[in-house]
């Protein structure tokens, strides 16, 4: 079997994020200001990266910012700015919502696809150099966060090089009880936290694996229920309290680095390619999906 397409696609994504964090400057006039108002929109795993922004923002003080799904987002709300992220720019939901909201605020479309329908409802951020072959994201997401980052007054140079650290080391740097888990839940706060649900989206895409994500401290509140001997706690960003404790109770292993989320998300990514290796699936083309979900009108 040849090297999957979503192998070079995550190989190059530290150098993708350094791209793209020096392009924040060149978008600084369509990307939101200070103070306002902001719903960042997207579906699936871009829906993903519009929650880390949204958390990055606020606890940064640079304005409220909600993300939407973009099937059940509330534009009607008084925002100052809509940001649309969409790697293929022919999503259904998102073109709906675009167009549902109807131009009441400025609008930024950021894609990495060329002659789409979303180009045409937005300021857009068109990133060509970062679209994939693969099904599944990997290195669109990641370097649009790295921008949204860049442009929030983020210095990335250290996420980039864990970044590079995850993409450099060995495989069996994976532990046998982490490449073989049943189950692998993801946990973090914050950042940690929407880089986790997108951890989980991609072992569920790339090998068809049981993967959760929540909350590190809603984690102790049901979901440590299903942890035991065989399966795996993977925490993203720092730990909460007591939580090494709690889970080295339940015989699972957790798995922590003391890295920045998006650099971890590397190695998830790393180990999805290595499990579904290991389960003879074509990470490229998962089960029952396609590049955009493209609706009948």
């Not at 993708?16 to 964090?21: I, L, T, V």
């Not at 046998?176 to 914050?190: K, L, N, S, Y």
Request: charged share 25%.
């Amino acid at each position: 079997m040849s090297e999957p397409l979503l192998a070079a696609e995550i190989w190059s994504q530290p150098d993708n994020w350094a791209e793209a964090s020096a392009l924040a400057d060149t978008y600084v006039d369509v990307l939101p200001q200070p103070g306002e108002r902001v719903a960042v929109i997207g579906c699936g795993t871009s829906l993903s990266m519009a929650r880390a922004y949204a958390t990055l923002r606020e606890s940064g003080g640079l304005g409220e910012t909600d993300a939407w799904p973009a099937s059940a987002a509330r534009l009607s709300r008084p925002y100052d700015r809509l940001v649309a992220i969409t790697r293929s720019g022919t999503t259904s939901e998102v073109l709906d919502a675009l167009a549902e909201h109807g131009g009441g605020s400025p609008v930024t479309v950021i894609t990495s696809s060329e002659d789409t329908p979303v180009l045409d409802l937005g300021s857009p951020i068109l990133l060509p150099q970062l679209d994939e072959q693969s099904v599944v994201q990997s290195r669109f997401a990641t370097s649009v966060l790295a921008l949204l980052r860049a442009h929030l007054g983020e210095r990335l140079d250290g996420v980039i090089r864990e970044g590079r650290d995850a993409r450099d080391e060995s495989d069996e740097a994976y532990a046998a009880v982490v490449r073989e888990a049943e189950q692998i839940t993801f946990v973090g706060m914050g950042l940690g936290a929407a880089i986790a649900e997108e951890a989980a989206l991609k072992l569920r895409e790339s090998t068809g694996s049981w993967s959760e994500s929540y909350l590190a401290t809603e984690y102790r509140h049901g979901p440590i229920s299903i942890a035991a001997p065989g399966r795996v706690v993977w925490a993203l960003g720092p730990l909460v309290t007591n939580f090494e404790r709690d889970v080295a109770a339940t015989g699972a292993h957790l798995e922590h680095r003391h890295v920045d989320p998006m650099a971890d998300l590397v190695r998830v990514q790393r180990l999805c390619l290595l499990k579904a290796a290991d389960l003879g699936i074509d990470p490229d083309r998962p089960r029952n999906l396609s590049r955009s979900v493209i609706l009948d009108s």
